[in-house]
């Protein structure tokens, strides 16, 4: 099991930049892959990014991509989604979700195939 907990939210401008982290603790993460997935208010939560754990593979969702870019720095055990160009649409709970796995392209997109998640961080884009 690995322990994940989400930082770097907050409210901004539309337009504006933030960058959320994800650290992780516990189990090997150079074997973790973590996605990000989202929720707004009323909404099912949606897949955002992800990235294999090889960092070969990364998918991101259609609305975000161009502007929401995921990475990951092993050392410090965290991944990173840097998010540009904030529309008001972008405002939800962001989660990050880990699962482990000796596959190296393995970068899921759908939200029953992570196995460990994390409490959130609230991003909020004014207009």
């Known amino acids: 099991q690995v322990q994940l907990v989400e930082s770097g939210g907050g409210l901004v401008q539309a337009g504006d930049s933030l960058r959320l982290s994800c650290a992780a603790s516990?189990?090997?993460?150079?074997?973790?892959?973590v996605g990000w997935f989202r929720q707004a208010p009323g909404k099912e939560r949606e897949f955002v990014a992800t990235?294999?754990?090889?960092?070969?593979?990364?998918y991101y969702a259609d609305s975000v991509k161009g502007r929401f870019t995921i990475s990951r720095d092993d050392a410090k055990r965290t991944v990173y989604l840097e998010m540009n160009s904030l529309k008001p649409e972008d405002t939800a709970t962001y989660y990050c979700?880990?699962?482990?796995?000796?596959?190296?392209?393995?970068?899921?997109?759908?939200?029953?195939?992570?196995?460990?998640w994390g409490q959130g961080t609230q991003v909020t884009v004014s207009s």
């Open positions: 516990g189990r090997t993460f150079s074997r973790t892959t």
């Open positions: 990235l294999s754990w090889s960092a070969t593979i990364t």
């Open positions: 979700a880990a699962v482990f796995s000796l596959s190296r392209t393995l970068a899921p997109r759908r939200a029953s195939e992570y196995t460990d």
